[in-house]
């Protein structure tokens, strides 16, 4: 099983960037997929989550109306909109699979599928 995430740059606050997560070894209809990043000196952290039918997401409040999940089962390929970027989602962006229920979206201990990490930069 192979998540490779790609996408992440530098760039200025206000701007948006697309991360993608292409799965290799799984099916992504089967998993419910998460993005979580970790900020300089800080504990990862929930971003996103879309469930495997792709009818049901969720957003951290701090993401929540700037940044979209979706994904693409034909292209077996999760992605991450990011709009209105702001300094304080500078951080490396990891998308993740789990095979656990809806409820458990946010804990990242439930998720046991990890891609490589993608570093988003936005300057002031």
């Known amino acids: 099983v192979q998540l490779q995430a790609s996408g992440g740059g530098l760039v200025q606050a206000g701007d948006s960037l697309r991360l993608s997560c292409a799965a290799s070894?799984?099916?992504?209809?089967?998993?419910?997929m998460g993005w979580f990043r970790q900020a300089p000196g800080k504990e990862r952290e929930f971003v996103a989550a879309i469930g495997r039918g792709g009818g049901g997401t969720d957003y951290a409040d701090s993401v929540n109306g700037r940044f979209t999940i979706s994904k693409s089962n034909m292209k077996n390929t999760v992605y991450l909109q990011m709009n209105n970027l702001k300094p304080e989602d500078t951080a490396v962006y990891y998308c993740?699979?789990?095979?656990?229920?809806?409820?458990?979206?946010?804990?990242?201990?439930?998720?046991?599928?990890w891609g490589q990490g993608t570093l988003v930069t936005v300057s002031s």
């Open positions: 993740a699979a789990s095979n656990v229920v809806w409820s458990s979206r946010d804990q990242e201990r439930f998720y046991g599928y």
């Open positions: 070894g799984l099916t992504l209809s089967g998993y419910l």
